[in-house]
């Protein structure tokens, strides 16, 4: 099966900048997609940016556009986050998520899920 490991969450204020990343081991696919996904207390899972691994392709949240930038690593089957222009309601636990699909996808069906890293913006 497949691996994934989020890092780099933390309490920041709002404006600030953080990066996440993503280390997916184990099972490798011939292609897939990732993503990132938050889900704030008492709310539903939502999609928050995903990238194709061969294509490159890059979808964001509406929520989150010209705000956070998804990128990967090939060499290091990486896959980040950077989250600039953080603001309150950016707050919530952020998962990492593979599916063997080449399109990205933006519902939460996803084949393989992280733990999640906890990012908290303050005002």
């Known amino acids: 099966q497949v691996q994934l490991v989020e890092s780099g969450g933390g309490l920041v204020q709002a404006g600030d900048s953080l990066r996440l990343s993503c280390a997916a081991s184990g099972r490798t696919f011939s292609r897939y997609s990732m993503g990132w996904f938050r889900q704030a207390p008492g709310k539903e899972r939502e999609f928050v940016a995903g990238i194709g691994w061969i294509n490159g392709n890059t979808v964001y949240a509406d929520s989150v556009k010209g705000r956070f930038t998804i990128s990967k690593d090939s060499a290091k089957n990486t896959v980040y986050l950077q989250m600039n222009s953080l603001k309150p309601e950016d707050t919530a636990l952020y998962y990492c998520?593979?599916?063997?699909?080449?399109?990205?996808?933006?519902?939460?069906?996803?084949?393989?899920w992280g733990q999640g890293t906890p990012v908290t913006v303050s005002s």
């Open positions: 998520a593979a599916t063997s699909s080449i399109v990205v996808v933006t519902t939460t069906r996803y084949d393989y």
